[in-house]
C-alpha cells in the first residue's frame, strides 16, 4: 500500500522541476455533471451525462447530423466527437435556454466548450478500470503563462475498451490548444485533435422475421465475425477569434471535421426467428471512405444600451464546403446463421468497389437582433439568406448524378416575457435548413445522403424560479420536416413529412445543502403523413422514437456538501417504440439506474478522487431499434472505477 503515495510524490516532484505544483487547484476532481447541470436538457462534462437529450437525439432527431452544432457559439458543420483532450463538454440549448443565441436552428442546438489554458497551472491524470474489465488512463497539461495572456494545454489518452457485445476495441485520443489575450477582451485561440479507434469488431444487426421481439441474445459474448475489424481516425482542427475594435466585436472561428474509415464493416441478421435462427446474415464491408467539411463563421457584432434597454446587433457570414467519398461496399452473404450463439466464418476475399463523390457547398448570410428590456421583456428576431449547392457524382456510370441548388429565406423569431414573480413566458418560431440523415447499411443505396431539407420549429411554455436553488423549466414543441427511411424495397428515400409535437419538463438545482437533482421528462407525439401512409405502404409512426422518456440524476454530497464523501444516482426510463415500418411490432419499455459514489482527498500538495460506478444495477435486459427498425440489446450491468489525481 505505500507504493501509491510514493508513485504520486515521484509524479509530483517531477511535475515540480517545471513549477507545475506550486499553486496548482483541482481540475478534473471537481467535474461533476449533476451539479454542473443548469436544465435537464442535456449536458455532458468529461465522461459524465445528465439530462433528456445529447448531440444524438433532440426533440426525436440528430441535432448533430442536422448541422445544428456550434463552438461557443459560432456555427461548425460537425462530422464527428471531439478528442476529450480538447474540449471541456457540451450543453444542448432548446426552448428559451436557445434564446439569445444568434440564428439558433429548429433541432436545438448542441454548443461545445473548448478546454481553456487558464487559471493556474495543472496537471490532471487519470486511471480507470473500465467496464468488463477493459482500463484506460490519460495525462493532460494546462500550463498559463504572461499571467494569463498566453496559454497552452493538451494531453493524451487511451483505452482497451472490452465492448458489452463481446470482443474489445483500442482508442486513442490526442489533443492541443493554444490560447493568447493580446489585450483586453481580446481572446485567439487554436486547437488541433485527434481520435483513433482499432480492431472495433462489427456488432451483429438483428431483423426479426415478423412481428415479435427476439430472444434474448446472450450479452458479453462475441457473436460477429473476428475478421470485421473496424478501423477509423476522427480529426477536428480549428481557429476561433474574439476581437473588440472601437465599438464592435469580431467574432470568427474556421474549422475542419474530418473522418476516415479506413475498413468498416456492418453484420445484419436478417429474418430472425424466436428461437435465435437467421435466416440470412450478410456482411456489408467497406473501407476508404472518408467524410470531411470545412466550416466557420464572421460575425461583426455591437452592443449598446439606451435606458433600461441592452441591444445586440449581429450581421453573419457563414459557410461550409463539405467533401464525402463513399460507395464501392461489397455485401459478402454467409446464409443462415444464429443470433445467440457464436457462428464463425472464414474471411472470404473481395475488393471494394468505386467511389461515390459528394460535395456540398452552403453561404449563409445574415443578421440578428437581441433586445433585452430590463425586468420586462425579451426579443430575439433573425434573418438569413442561404445558396445551397449539392452535386453527387456516382462511379457508376448507368446511375444518374445529381445537382440540386436552393436559396431559402432562413428565419427566427422568440420573446420572453415575465408575468409574475419568478416566473417567466417564452415562445418562438423558427424556420431552418438541415441535412437528411444518410442512408443506413441495410439500405439498397447504403450511405447515400439526400439534399438538405427544409424544417420548422414553433414553441412555447414557462421558466418559474421554485426558490432561489431551483428552477422549474415546462414547455410544448412542434417540429415538421420531410421523412426519409426505407421503402419496402429498402431503398432510402422520402416518404412523406414528419411532424414531432410535444411536452418537455426539466426541475433542476439544489434540493438542500449538498443535494441536487437534475429531473426532466419529454412526452413525445411523432407522426408521419404522405402519400406513403395513406397507401399503406407505411405505418403513421416513425420507427425508433421514443414517445416518453425520464430521466434523474441525484447527487447528495455529505456535510452540507462540505463533506468528502457524496453519492450520485442515475435513473432513466423510457418507453416502447415502433419496430418496423408497418407498425406492426413495437420495442418494450425499459428502466435502468446507475449508482456510483465519489471520495475526495489529497496525499500532500496533490488532490485525488476516487470515484466507483454501478451501471444498470439490476441488470435489466432492454432492447434498442435503430430508425430502419434493427435491434441491439442494451449494456448489461457493469462496474467501474476511476481514481483522476490533480498536481
Given at each position: 500500500?505505500?507504493?501509491?503515495?510514493?508513485?504520486?510524490?515521484?509524479?509530483?516532484?517531477?511535475?515540480?522541476?517545471?513549477?507545475?505544483?506550486?499553486?496548482?487547484?483541482?481540475?478534473?476532481?471537481?467535474?461533476?455533471?449533476?451539479?454542473?447541470?443548469?436544465?435537464?436538457?442535456?449536458?455532458?462534462?468529461?465522461?459524465?451525462?445528465?439530462?433528456?437529450?445529447?448531440?444524438?437525439?433532440?426533440?426525436?432527431?440528430?441535432?448533430?447530423?442536422?448541422?445544428?452544432?456550434?463552438?461557443?457559439?459560432?456555427?461548425?458543420?460537425?462530422?464527428?466527437?471531439?478528442?476529450?483532450?480538447?474540449?471541456?463538454?457540451?450543453?444542448?440549448?432548446?426552448?428559451?435556454?436557445?434564446?439569445?443565441?444568434?440564428?439558433?436552428?429548429?433541432?436545438?442546438?448542441?454548443?461545445?466548450?473548448?478546454?481553456?489554458?487558464?487559471?493556474?497551472?495543472?496537471?490532471?491524470?487519470?486511471?480507470?478500470?473500465?467496464?468488463?474489465?477493459?482500463?484506460?488512463?490519460?495525462?493532460?497539461?494546462?500550463?498559463?503563462?504572461?499571467?494569463?495572456?498566453?496559454?497552452?494545454?493538451?494531453?493524451?489518452?487511451?483505452?482497451?475498451?472490452?465492448?458489452?457485445?463481446?470482443?474489445?476495441?483500442?482508442?486513442?485520443?490526442?489533443?492541443?490548444?493554444?490560447?493568447?489575450?493580446?489585450?483586453?477582451?481580446?481572446?485567439?485561440?487554436?486547437?488541433?485533435?485527434?481520435?483513433?479507434?482499432?480492431?472495433?469488431?462489427?456488432?451483429?444487426?438483428?431483423?426479426?422475421?415478423?412481428?415479435?421481439?427476439?430472444?434474448?441474445?446472450?450479452?458479453?459474448?462475441?457473436?460477429?465475425?473476428?475478421?470485421?475489424?473496424?478501423?477509423?481516425?476522427?480529426?477536428?482542427?480549428?481557429?476561433?477569434?474574439?476581437?473588440?475594435?472601437?465599438?464592435?466585436?469580431?467574432?470568427?472561428?474556421?474549422?475542419?471535421?474530418?473522418?476516415?474509415?479506413?475498413?468498416?464493416?456492418?453484420?445484419?441478421?436478417?429474418?430472425?426467428?424466436?428461437?435465435?435462427?437467421?435466416?440470412?446474415?450478410?456482411?456489408?464491408?467497406?473501407?476508404?471512405?472518408?467524410?470531411?467539411?470545412?466550416?466557420?463563421?464572421?460575425?461583426?457584432?455591437?452592443?449598446?444600451?439606451?435606458?433600461?434597454?441592452?441591444?445586440?446587433?449581429?450581421?453573419?457570414?457563414?459557410?461550409?464546403?463539405?467533401?464525402?467519398?463513399?460507395?464501392?461496399?461489397?455485401?459478402?452473404?454467409?446464409?443462415?446463421?444464429?443470433?445467440?450463439?457464436?457462428?464463425?466464418?472464414?474471411?472470404?476475399?473481395?475488393?471494394?468497389g468505386a467511389k461515390n463523390h459528394d460535395d456540398v457547398r452552403q453561404m449563409t448570410y445574415g443578421a440578428a437582433y437581441s433586445g433585452i428590456w430590463a425586468g420586462h421583456?425579451?426579443?430575439?428576431?433573425?434573418?438569413?439568406?442561404?445558396?445551397?449547392?449539392?452535386?453527387?457524382?456516382?462511379?457508376?456510370?448507368?446511375?444518374?448524378?445529381?445537382?440540386?441548388?436552393?436559396?431559402?429565406?432562413?428565419?427566427?423569431?422568440?420573446?420572453?416575457?415575465?408575468?409574475?414573480?419568478?416566473?417567466?413566458?417564452?415562445?418562438?418560431?423558427?424556420?431552418?435548413?438541415?441535412?437528411?440523415?444518410?442512408?443506413?447499411?441495410?439500405?439498397?443505396?447504403?450511405?447515400?445522403?439526400?439534399?438538405?431539407?427544409?424544417?420548422?420549429?414553433?414553441?412555447?411554455?414557462?421558466?418559474?424560479?421554485?426558490?432561489?436553488?431551483?428552477?422549474?423549466?415546462?414547455?410544448?414543441?412542434?417540429?415538421?420536416?420531410?421523412?426519409?427511411?426505407?421503402?419496402?424495397?429498402?431503398?432510402?428515400?422520402?416518404?412523406?413529412?414528419?411532424?414531432?409535437?410535444?411536452?418537455?419538463?426539466?426541475?433542476?438545482?439544489?434540493?438542500?445543502?449538498?443535494?441536487?437533482?437534475?429531473?426532466?421528462?419529454?412526452?413525445?407525439?411523432?407522426?408521419?403523413?404522405?402519400?406513403?401512409?395513406?397507401?399503406?405502404?407505411?405505418?403513421?409512426?416513425?420507427?425508433?422514437?421514443?414517445?416518453?422518456?425520464?430521466?434523474?440524476?441525484?447527487?447528495?454530497?455529505?456535510?452540507?456538501?462540505?463533506?468528502?464523501?457524496?453519492?450520485?444516482?442515475?435513473?432513466?426510463?423510457?418507453?416502447?417504440?415502433?419496430?418496423?415500418?408497418?407498425?406492426?411490432?413495437?420495442?418494450?419499455?425499459?428502466?435502468?439506474?446507475?449508482?456510483?459514489?465519489?471520495?475526495?482527498?489529497?496525499?500532500?500538495?496533490?488532490?485525488?478522487?476516487?470515484?466507483?460506478?454501478?451501471?444498470?444495477?439490476?441488470?435489466?435486459?432492454?432492447?434498442?431499434?435503430?430508425?430502419?427498425?434493427?435491434?441491439?440489446?442494451?449494456?448489461?450491468?457493469?462496474?467501474?472505477?476511476?481514481?483522476?489525481?490533480?498536481?
Open positions: 500500500m505505500k507504493l501509491i503515495p510514493i508513485l504520486w510524490r515521484s509524479i509530483a516532484g517531477l511535475l515540480g522541476l517545471f513549477g507545475l505544483t506550486q499553486a496548482a487547484y483541482a481540475q478534473k476532481t471537481n467535474d461533476n455533471v449533476t451539479t454542473q447541470s443548469s436544465d435537464a436538457f442535456g449536458r455532458q462534462v468529461g465522461q459524465d451525462r445528465s439530462g433528456l437529450y445529447s448531440g444524438e437525439d433532440v426533440r426525436g432527431f440528430n441535432p448533430v447530423d442536422a448541422g445544428n452544432a456550434r463552438i461557443q457559439g459560432l456555427y461548425f458543420d460537425q462530422i464527428e466527437r471531439f478528442s476529450q483532450r480538447i474540449v471541456d463538454g457540451s450543453a444542448v440549448h432548446v426552448g428559451i435556454s436557445a434564446q439569445h443565441y444568434p440564428f439558433p436552428a429548429p433541432t436545438g442546438l448542441v454548443d461545445y466548450a473548448m478546454t481553456k489554458p487558464e487559471g493556474e497551472p495543472s496537471v490532471s491524470v487519470e486511471i480507470d478500470s473500465g467496464q468488463w474489465l477493459g482500463y484506460g488512463a490519460s495525462i493532460e497539461a494546462k500550463l498559463p503563462l504572461i499571467g494569463n495572456k498566453l496559454g497552452i494545454s493538451g494531453g493524451i489518452g487511451g483505452r482497451k475498451f472490452i465492448r458489452p457485445e463481446g470482443g474489445d476495441a483500442q482508442y486513442r485520443n490526442y489533443g492541443l490548444t493554444l490560447l493568447a489575450r493580446p489585450y483586453a477582451g481580446a481572446e485567439m485561440m487554436v486547437f488541433a485533435g485527434k481520435i483513433t479507434n482499432r480492431s472495433d469488431e462489427a456488432r451483429a444487426t438483428l431483423f426479426p422475421a415478423g412481428n415479435f421481439v427476439p430472444s434474448p441474445v446472450p450479452r458479453r459474448v462475441f457473436l460477429g465475425q473476428p475478421w470485421t475489424m473496424r478501423n477509423t481516425d476522427i480529426v477536428n482542427l480549428g481557429v476561433l477569434l474574439r476581437l473588440p475594435l472601437g465599438g464592435v466585436r469580431i467574432e470568427a472561428g474556421l474549422f475542419q471535421s474530418k473522418r476516415e474509415h479506413l475498413r468498416v464493416f456492418a453484420d445484419i441478421l436478417s429474418a430472425v426467428l424466436p428461437d435465435g435462427s437467421v435466416g440470412s446474415r450478410k456482411i456489408v464491408a467497406d473501407g476508404g471512405n472518408v467524410d470531411q467539411s470545412v466550416s466557420g463563421e464572421l460575425r461583426l457584432v455591437r452592443e449598446w444600451r439606451k435606458g433600461d434597454w441592452t441591444h445586440s446587433l449581429t450581421a453573419s457570414l457563414r459557410g461550409r464546403h463539405k467533401q464525402r467519398l463513399f460507395g464501392g461496399a461489397v455485401t459478402i452473404p454467409l446464409g443462415p446463421s444464429s443470433a445467440i450463439a457464436p457462428d464463425f466464418r472464414p474471411e472470404p476475399a473481395y475488393s471494394i421583456l425579451s426579443v430575439d428576431l433573425g434573418l438569413s439568406k442561404t445558396d445551397y449547392h449539392k452535386a453527387l457524382d456516382f462511379a457508376a456510370p448507368a446511375v444518374t448524378d445529381l445537382d440540386v441548388r436552393d436559396a431559402p429565406l432562413l428565419w427566427n423569431a422568440g420573446f420572453s416575457l415575465p408575468v409574475a414573480k419568478g416566473l417567466t413566458a417564452y415562445a418562438g418560431m423558427s424556420r431552418g435548413m438541415e441535412e437528411a440523415l444518410i442512408a443506413p447499411d441495410i439500405a439498397s443505396n447504403r450511405s447515400e445522403s439526400p439534399p438538405a431539407i427544409r424544417t420548422r420549429q414553433e414553441e412555447a411554455g414557462f421558466r418559474y424560479a421554485v426558490n432561489p436553488h431551483l428552477t422549474l423549466v415546462a414547455g410544448v414543441f412542434r417540429i415538421a420536416k420531410p421523412y426519409y427511411n426505407l421503402d419496402p424495397a429498402l431503398r432510402y428515400r422520402q416518404l412523406g413529412t414528419i411532424t414531432n409535437s410535444g411536452l418537455e419538463m426539466s426541475l433542476t438545482g439544489r434540493l438542500a445543502d449538498g443535494l441536487s437533482l437534475v429531473g426532466g421528462m419529454v412526452l413525445l407525439d411523432p407522426k408521419i403523413s404522405g402519400e406513403a401512409v395513406d397507401s399503406g405502404l407505411i405505418g403513421p409512426r416513425p420507427v425508433g422514437q421514443v414517445r416518453r422518456r425520464v430521466v434523474a440524476n441525484v447527487d447528495w454530497r455529505l456535510n452540507a456538501g462540505k463533506g468528502a464523501w457524496s453519492f450520485d444516482l442515475a435513473v432513466e426510463s423510457v418507453s416502447s417504440r415502433m419496430a418496423n415500418a408497418a407498425n406492426s411490432l413495437a420495442a418494450p419499455p425499459r428502466t435502468t439506474f446507475n449508482l456510483g459514489a465519489r471520495y475526495r482527498f489529497a496525499l500532500g500538495d496533490v488532490k485525488l478522487l476516487l470515484r466507483p460506478r454501478i451501471e444498470n444495477i439490476f441488470n435489466a435486459y432492454g432492447w434498442n431499434v435503430s430508425s430502419s427498425g434493427g435491434w441491439t440489446f442494451s449494456n448489461p450491468r457493469a462496474v467501474s472505477l476511476q481514481v483522476i489525481a490533480d498536481f
